[in-house]
């Protein structure tokens, strides 16, 4: 994946955009809330995509390029 230079690049790369302070540099009390949230979300959505997931799932909720009749969807409601 990456080289250990890059990595480290990386890294100091994001340390110099974290602040050592978050009250005092203005970034709300929020923000590992909201982060951890987004963490959920995308790992909500790596598993949805897993294709034995996606075999579960409903035709008309699969991410497949399978067309949905749309008219038979209907009217199965």
Known sequence: ????????????????????D??????SQALPCVAGSLAVSAGLTRV??????QRLLPSWLRTDSTPVNVAAFHSSI
């Open 48 to 53: 949805m995509a897993l294709p034995g997931v």
């Open 22 to 27: 978050p009250p005092a540099s203005g970034i």
């Open 1 to 20: 994946m990456l080289g250990d230079a890059a990595a480290l690049g990386l890294v100091d790369l994001v340390m110099t955009f974290v602040p050592g």
